[in-house]
């Protein structure tokens, strides 16, 4: 563990602006003492859609000093804003594997937040938290593994509210498609809803978020955003979340339900064409009739208020000053340096899936490259042509919908290789259609064709080629299997390479079937940085070292029963076997496995040691185990690997997955040097959810755990008894 990372886990880098609640409440409680019942309804209640200048704003207390709180997207950036970074999507994140670099983009987030005057800022993402392949936002959060979902989450949360503004984890939960999103109920027993679901939700209180957001759908029959059990029992009992759960835009139902549950802020505080207000004035006569107890509305308050406090924002905090509906201008660029941090993880979370003959990296030193697609150039009708990104042309960088930013600039594919060879002999040879003889032509006529292609998806308010939201297929789009099959028909002879832009898993059995398709890049969504840091990587400048956050199947079949779901019931019967999980428990192949990925160099496991703690630690989050191991850079070149712990319950445990990750970390290692990976399991890594004692429980046996470099990638195992 560097220093650097030591100091984190001791909360000592960073956290220094950030008060501990104690001490944020008891602000909170005496300025509370001093409000009118009227002011703290305007605090819990937003002023409407578009009536303020971000996405969600409420009234100003300024007897109290507090201004009107600025709500505002999202997870990979600043929505609605200009002069701002369009960073890599959460699941392209998650595919780095890497907690520091994660933590950094968390800062660098937060400081363009709190610049632009944001007190609140909508991400990171946890739910959707993956489950249907085509789930139309599962590209906003990390990855659907739980346990690696809840650490970048943490890391996010710590890094972004580091530079002072408020986190906002998003959304509990069972919001795992778009299409009836506001009236299906996802139904899932209890332990899968605390060893899945809640998971992430977990992570983030631990990280001390400020406040989450109800999400639209409901759980178990009763809308998310009026649910007692999982605002008030869950949430706020049983995890000791002590920030403050506002509503998803127009997910709330009721006035007196939604209060006396646990909801304590109403947004945008009017539906969108400024009707139907559930609070507001309402909630004030509630209060004064004694039907919501003013003690829920000074708990309410305190909350929301107690965040602001914690996170130091009253004092010396930037005004807003851009407006999000006049196309986001007014405010400062607040860039700063992060194109750095965007191409970064950009770079590091390419995955390079396929390489043989290492036909990569590319050498700069003549002949010629043909970049072919669409999807390698910027939306030829501009840059932020549609609205939330709701279009798919172009090089894809995020999905759309709410979770989007506008592109400030943007670095597309053709440019970024364009740059790179540019003062080489290396000739490009371009055709930036989805034209398939164009594509022909110019495969037949360069050494080495580059082919893209990618495959989008959304928010349910805007439908793209068909697909409302969630993706109507795993198939690339713009019949991207018919392109490569004429690229490598035109090429034939000559190695291709695919690279791949997706929100998520893709089908690739019909490019895989091309022999001359030698190599496939999956660059996800890469933000502004997509050239270059893809570049980066083609040509050898740096190793690849993402690794898959998600499973990719040979078939849909593989995924089993897991679909968009057509009635109003989600009755969640796969249970805990999603992703890998489920591969695991019906001994399916996939042709790419959760967690791999290839590196132009080579690593050596070896040395793996197991300290199991010497008495039961007390506490959920207290340490059972530390596991290590040395990794070698045996390869040519430097790179970076990241390794993986699952573990598997003793057979005392109930029916659970044959494997699950509870450890992961990224050692960055020149040629010939060792590291150490380190993995430290907590209790509640070790536990499973016993429904009948509503406890954690650590099945007594022994554990048994592998170490490797993927979920099938098997390079060490070992065991502790408990
Ligand atoms: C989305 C949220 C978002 C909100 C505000 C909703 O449609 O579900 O994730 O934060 O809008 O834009």
């Known amino acids: 563990m560097s220093r650097f990372l030591a100091l984190l886990a001791l909360g000592v880098v960073g956290d220094a602006a950030v008060l501990d609640w104690t001490t944020a409440y008891a602000k909170a409680s005496s300025a509370l003492a001093s409000l009118t019942v009227e002011e703290k309804v305007g605090i819990v209640t937003g002023i409407g859609w578009t009536k303020g200048p971000c996405v969600g704003n409420t009234s100003p207390v300024p007897k109290i000093g507090l201004p009107s709180l600025c709500l505002q997207d999202g997870p990979l950036g600043i929505r609605f804003a200009q002069g701002i970074t369009a960073f890599p999507a959460g699941i392209h994140a998650g595919a780095t594997w890497d907690k520091d670099l994660v933590y950094q983009r968390g800062v660098a987030l937060g400081e363009e937040s709190k610049a632009l005057g944001i007190h609140i800022q909508l991400g990171p993402v946890g739910g959707a938290l993956g489950k249907i392949p085509e789930g139309g936002r599962i590209w906003e959060g990390f990855t659907n593994d739980p346990y690696m979902s809840g650490q970048m989450m943490q890391q996010t949360i710590k890094g972004m509210?580091?530079?002072g503004v408020q986190a906002c984890a998003k959304h509990p939960i069972g919001n795992e498609q778009e299409k009836n999103r506001e009236t299906i109920s996802s139904n899932m027993d209890d332990r899968t809803l605390h060893e899945l679901y809640m998971w992430p939700f977990a992570d983030s209180v631990l990280a001390d978020v400020a406040s989450m957001m109800c999400s639209y759908n409901k759980v178990n029959g009763t809308w998310a955003c009026e649910n007692d059990k999982l605002m008030n029992l869950l949430l706020k009992d049983d995890l000791d979340f002590k920030g403050f759960i506002m509503s998803d835009w127009n997910a709330q139902h009721s006035s007196v339900q939604a209060a006396i549950t646990g909801l304590d802020m109403s947004m945008p505080g009017t539906d969108y064409n400024g009707g139907s207000i559930f609070w507001g004035p309402t909630l004030v006569e509630l209060v004064k009739n004694g039907t919501v107890p003013s003690t829920r509305l000074d708990d309410m308050v305190k909350r929301i208020i107690g965040g602001w406090y914690k996170l130091q924002q009253d004092t010396n905090y930037p005004t807003v000053t851009f407006n999000s509906w006049t196309g986001g201008t007014g405010g400062p660029n607040v860039q700063g340096s992060h194109s750095q941090i965007a191409r970064q993880v950009a770079r590091d979370g390419i995955v390079l899936l396929k390489n043989d003959n290492k036909i990569l990296p590319l050498k700069p030193n003549g002949g010629s490259i043909a970049v072919i697609g669409s999807d390698a150039v910027t939306n030829p009708d501009g840059l932020n042509a549609c609205k939330d990104k709701g279009c798919n042309n172009g090089t894809l960088t995020m999905g759309w919908g709410s979770g989007s930013v506008e592109l400030p600039y943007l670095i597309d594919p053709l440019t970024g290789i364009r740059n790179r060879v540019s003062g080489s002999a290396t000739n490009v040879i371009t055709s930036t259609t989805d034209d398939k003889n164009a594509a022909a032509g110019a495969a037949a006529a360069a050494a080495t064709p580059i082919v893209f292609v990618n495959s989008n998806s959304g928010e349910a308010y805007i439908t793209v080629e068909g697909n409302a939201g969630d993706r109507i297929n795993l198939d690339p789009y713009h019949d991207g299997n018919g392109l490569v099959g004429a690229v490598a028909a035109a090429a034939a002879g000559k190695p291709v390479i695919v690279v791949i832009h997706s929100v998520g898993p893709m089908l690739l059995e019909s490019i895989l079937s091309h022999p001359?398709?030698?190599?496939?890049?999956?660059?996800?969504?890469?933000?502004?940085?997509?050239?270059?840091?893809?570049?980066?990587?083609?040509?050898?400048?740096?190793?690849?070292?993402?690794?898959?956050?998600?499973?990719?199947?040979?078939?849909?079949?593989?995924?089993?029963?897991?679909?968009?779901?057509?009635?109003?019931?989600?009755?969640?019967?796969?249970?805990?076997?999603?992703?890998?999980?489920?591969?695991?428990?019906?001994?399916?192949?996939?042709?790419?496995?959760?967690?791999?990925?290839?590196?132009?160099?080579?690593?050596?496991?070896?040395?793996?040691?197991?300290?199991?703690?010497?008495?039961?630690?007390?506490?959920l989050y207290d340490t059972i185990a530390v596991v290590t191991c040395t990794i070698t850079n045996v390869g040519p070149v430097a790179g970076a690997e990241a390794a993986q712990l699952y573990l598997s319950l003793p057979p005392s445990a109930p029916d659970s997955p044959v494997q699950q990750?509870?450890?992961?970390?990224?050692?960055?290692?020149?040629?010939?040097?060792?590291?150490?990976?380190?993995?430290?399991?907590?209790?509640?890594?070790?536990?499973?959810?016993?429904?009948?004692?509503?406890?954690?429980?650590?099945?007594?046996?022994?554990?048994r755990f592998v170490v490797g470099a993927s979920s099938r990638d098997r390079k060490l195992a070992g065991g502790f008894v408990v």
């Open 161 to 163: 509210q580091s530079a």
């Open 516 to 619: 001359n398709v030698q190599a496939v890049v999956w660059a996800g969504l890469p933000g502004q940085e997509s050239g270059s840091s893809l570049a980066d990587v083609l040509f050898g400048d740096i190793s690849p070292s993402g690794k898959l956050p998600f499973t990719i199947g040979k078939s849909r079949a593989d995924y089993g029963d897991v679909g968009i779901e057509n009635s109003l019931v989600d009755s969640y019967e796969e249970g805990l076997y999603i992703d890998y999980k489920h591969f695991d428990k019906m001994g399916i192949t996939p042709r790419y496995e959760f967690g791999y990925g290839l590196s132009y160099t080579s690593f050596q496991y070896s040395a793996l040691s197991v300290q199991p703690a010497t008495s039961m630690p007390v506490g």
């Open 661 to 703: 990750l509870r450890g992961f970390d990224k050692v960055k290692l020149a040629p010939g040097q060792a590291g150490t990976a380190t993995f430290i399991l907590r209790k509640k890594d070790a536990s499973y959810w016993d429904v009948a004692r509503q406890q954690w429980i650590i099945p007594p046996g022994e554990y």
